[in-house]
């Protein structure tokens, strides 16, 4: 029940945005994100700089403890008006984004034995 | 096959409207704590065919209706994807999901939802019987579009197994979160689950 | 000049595939990219469970060391007829790759005025 | 306007042919340490236009095929995307990268590596001077199809700044690397670069 579970937001810049998109996640999704429990890992920039013409694009990782710790945050997150309108708000900001859940390879066997 | 599951609120006089349904052929039961939005009562019909329900229709719609029934959310539907582990299973829990899909979503995504939903009980083993199926026709809260149903063989395969395994929670629950960008169903579910004593997807 | 920089490969196994294509990853290539001085930080499996008819992403973190270490992996890796063997055999294992390249933002003021 | 440049790989008698290029109105220097695949001798002509260089490209393949030279690769081409930032710049260095993007890639793509890259002196101020023009006739080892070139204040700016920015390892470069998906270019490339003690790119 312990194992390290990742949420990871894949966030494709407009072209330009990237900046702005990353304050705008770090001032308005973050304090939230961890009020539910969730521990933020790394932000990655790529390429590690700001590109004007092109996307930077945001891998940021996201940990919470096991199951519980991912149910715990939904519950929250889902039934938040804001959370909800943080994303609405940031359309306009990226060209993509996905979500997605994972675990270290090593810890796959054990969850999925669930 | 055919069949009609009604998910009341009550607001009085749970035993008469029990009989009364049962008495129109359904199996009743009392909808478990830990719902969501499910109903205090919760009865299901079979039918050979739509003609049979249309005919028994006016009887129930007005018990669902009527007195001490504050509202009732309604599905009936063709029998969809059915998948047997536990013939004549009658001492679990059956648990009845009514979602909308209303979040724009083209056909294929959609059948990717269905087929990625129907897949759940092969990873999960917890789930010992299951049926899911598109609705034909709907009432109550939300124009539902799709019931799963599924047994287990107690509270604790519900509770623990089904929302503890990843196939649930970090893939099928994407197209539930307002949070994933596959987002597709509705945030207002009727999440239900009662004791029937009576074998319900396996009879 | 030493900030960390990630590589990072974002595989989306063919469905079914993703146990094989992370066995193929770990077994020929990750030996070589520990010798051409890369650490492997993370590898993450999105879900964690082996889907057999739908795809699990890999999520693949690499670090080294400021891009005198960026430089170091590619001037091997470009000229190891090895590496493009790699890619080239997993390429049914595969929906999609991308690799990028980034590091934290807190290093992207840093790395781009170089 | 138009320019055709040279990387001669020579097996002897260097001071004539310098002399040879430079009286067909070549400016001529000694490639220097450092290049990768480019030649000895790096020789750059002007050209007002295609007729010029036809009437002149038979003395200059004369030398280019006769003693003493090992091997040429040339590129002839017109001005691409040109940038000047530090006009009359003589004292520098001058680079000369041949590249040819001989993987399949759509006219889209290569219009997207051909942009990227005449934005990296946007990105890169150590780049004084800069001209990325498509090829019109190539010759020796690959059919080039680019030429890039940059003049830098001294050597340190190309070892340094250039190398190390990250608009050039963890974006650029990509077309480059065999093991990233969006890889274009051959992997055999001329990278050469000579102090030429004149302007060459904004003369």
Redesign the interface.
Known sequence: ?GQT??L?D?LLAAPGKGREL?AAYRERYVPGGVARGMTLE?????????????SN?L?ILWTVEG?GG??GQ?AQ???DPA??QF?ASIQDLVV??????????A??AE??D? | MHSLIALLHLDGEAARICAALAGLGAAVAQVMKGNFNGGDLSAIWDFENEAAYHAARPGIHAILNGAGVARADTAFFGHGSIGVREQGLSTGIHRTLFLCADRAASEARLAQFEAEMALMPKYIPAIRNWRFSRVIEAGGELPWTHVWEQEFADTAGLMGPYMLHPYHWAFIDRWFDPECSDWLVNLRLCHSFAAYGVAILSN
């Open positions: 029940m579970v990742y990871i894949d990353l790394k932000v990655i920039v790529s390429p590690p700089v700001w590109l004007e013409e092109a694009r891998t199951p991912w149910w939904a997150s889902r039934y959370v909800a994303w993509s984004r996905r979500r997605h859940f994972g675990a270290a390879d810890d796959v969850l999925a669930a």
